[in-house]
C-alpha cells in the first residue's frame, strides 16, 4: 500500500502538471478541420459540442466525411452530364408551348391520366387552359354532357402534376412528364412562365406522336357539338391583331332556323358543293378565286346570325367574328387577321350598313363639283380640289376600297365562306355586294303563315331530350316485355301530342297577322307560354292589340322627338342667322365710322390745287394783258403826284 507521502507528491506533480497544461498554447487546428470549415461552415464547433458532450471524437471520420462529400459533388455533376449526353443521343422530347392550343390539349389529357390523380404532388385547378391571354376562356361546365347532374351544379377540380419531372407508362414505353419554370420575365405570373415536355427512350418520337394523336382526338370530342366562335382584337399592351377564342357555343340544328326550306336546301347544298375538294382544284385549274360569299339581309330579329351560327354548326366550322365599327378596325389590322384566317372557316361580318360604308364612292362620285373662289383657298394651297377626298382615310378608319382588297384582293384569303349581314340592302354599295364578292343573297322578311307555325311547333313539339331521366333511369329496372309495352304508349302519347300541336299552330298562325311580326317578336311571346300551348292561342289577340299600341307609341315618340330636333334645329338656325345679321350689321356701322372719320381728316387738310400746261398759258396772257392797265394807273399816280415846280437838271446847277 502506498504511503501518504507518495499520493501527496503525486497530487502536487498532476496539479502542477494541469496548471502547466493550461499556461501552454493551444494546438493548431487540424487540416481536415479547417477544410470541412470552409465548405461548411461552424462543423469545428458542433465537432467540439459532440466531443465534449457524447465523448465522441469526429476526428477519426474525417477522411470518411470528406470522402463522402466529394462522392457527392462528382455523382451531381456526373449525373448531369450523363442525362445531358443520354437526353441528347439515346432520348426523344417534345417541348409543348405556353402560348398555342396544344397546351390546352395536352392538359386536358394529363387531367385524366392515373399518374396525376395519384400524384402526391399535384396543382389543382378549375379551368385547364393556358394563363397565355390569347388561349384564357372560361368554359361552361353546364354545357359539357359528360359531367354528371351534381358535378354540372359545383365547378368540377382538375388536377395535374406540381413542378418537377414525373414518371409514367404509357403503351408499354416509360415516358417522363416534365414540369418546369424559367426564371427569366420575372414580371409574368408563374403560370404563364411555366415549361413542359414529355420524353422516352429511343431516338424514334412516334410514341409521343400518338400520345399527342390521343390528346387532341379526346379534345375535339369535347367540342364536337359545339360551334367554336372567335373574335378579332388586338394583343394587350401592343397593337398587333390575333385572333381569340371566346366561347363554343352548342351547335345549332339546322331545321331551327325559321327560313323558306327551299331557300335552306338551296343554301346547304351551295356550300357542300363549294367545300368539296374537287371543287377547289375545279377553281384552281380555271384561274378562279376559291372565295364564296354570301349576303344575309332583313329587318331586325328575323334570323340573320342564326343562320350563320347553323350553318356554321352543320358544317362543323369555327365562326371569326369581325367588328368593323371598332375603333381599332383599320386596312392593317383587318389585312393581317384575314392572312391568319384557316382555310375551312365562316367570317362573319354583322350590320355592315353600321360601319360607315354606305355609298362611300357612289356618294363621292354624285357630289356636284363646287365653283372654286379664292374665299375657299387656304394659305398655301395650289387647287381648290375635286371634293371627293376619302375622310375614312384621313381618320385612320377603315375605307370601302381597304375593305375590298381584303375581300377579294390580290392578298386574300381562300377557302374561307363569308357571311355578311344587313338590315338596310339598299344603303350598301353596289360594289360591296356585285357578283364575285357576293354569291348568293338570302333575304329574311317578317313571318308568314308557314313561318308563324313552324315557330309554334318548334316551341311546343317533344322533341329527344325533353323527357326527365329520372324516369329513364326508373326505366331500365322494368323487365323487357313491360319496357318494350312502355315505349310503345310513349310512342302514340307522343304522336297524339304531336297531332294536336300542330292542329293548334295553324289556328295560331290564323290569329297572327301576316308579314307584320318578326321572328324573334313572335318566338318571344310564345316563350313567356312555353308550358301553356292553348294560353299561347288564347292571349295572342291581346299580344297583338299591345305590341300595335307599343309601336304606335313608339312612333309618336320618335315623331315628337324628331319635331323638337327639328325645332331646335330651326331656332339655332334662326339664332345663327340673327347672330350673322347683328355681326354685318355691326361691320356694315364700323365701316360707315371708318369711313365718315377719313372724310373729315381729308376736308380739314390744305389740298393743293394741280396746275397743267393750258392753265398756266392762259395766266400768263392774262399777266400780259394786265401789264398796260399797270402802267397807264402808275402814270396817273405821278401826276397826281407833280407840284408844278421844275426840278432842276444836274446840268444846270
Known sequence: MASPSFWSSRGKNESQGSVNASDAPQTPQMPQLALIDFFFPGFSMFAGAISKYLHIDLNVYLPLLLLTGVLTVVWNYASLYLWEQLETHFMSVVDIRTDDEIYNILMAWVANQRFSQGAR???????????SWRLWYYECDEDDESLSESKRKKKALSYTPSFGSHYFWYRGHLLLFRRSSKESNSFMLVSEREEISISCLGRNPWILKELLMEARQMYLQKDEHKTLIYRGTLKPGSTEPTWQRCMARASRPFSTVILSEKTKQELIDDVTDYLRPSTQRWYANRGIPYRRGYMLHGPPGTGKSSLSLALAGFFKMRIYIVSLSSITANEETLAALFAELPRRCVVLLEDIDTAGLTHTREGAQAQPQSQSTDDDMVPGQLTTGNGNTNTNNLTGRLSLSGLLNILDGVASQEGRVLIMTTNHRDQLDSALIRPGRVDMIVEFGLADEEMTSAIFRAIFAHLDGDDDTSDSAADVLLDADERKKLEIEKAKEQAAHDAKVEIQAK????KVPTHEFSPAELQGYLMKHKRNAQGAIDNIEAFIEQTRKDRKEKQLKEAEEKRKAEAKRKEEEAEK??????????????????????DEKASSAPTPVETTDDDKKA???????????????????????????????????
Open 121 to 131: 404532388r399535384f396543382v389543382v385547378n378549375t379551368n385547364l387552359n393556358s394563363r
Open 507 to 510: 289556328e295560331f298562325a290564323a
Open 577 to 598: 342667322q340673327a347672330e350673322e345679321a347683328k355681326k354685318k350689321e355691326e361691320e356694315a356701322k364700323t365701316k360707315d365710322a371708318e369711313k365718315k372719320t377719313a
Open 619 to 653: 395766266a400768263k396772257e392774262e399777266s400780259k394783258a394786265q401789264a398796260p392797265e399797270k402802267l397807264d394807273l402808275k402814270a396817273k399816280g405821278d401826276e397826281k403826284l407833280d407840284s408844278g415846280y421844275v426840278t432842276p437838271a444836274s446840268g444846270d446847277l
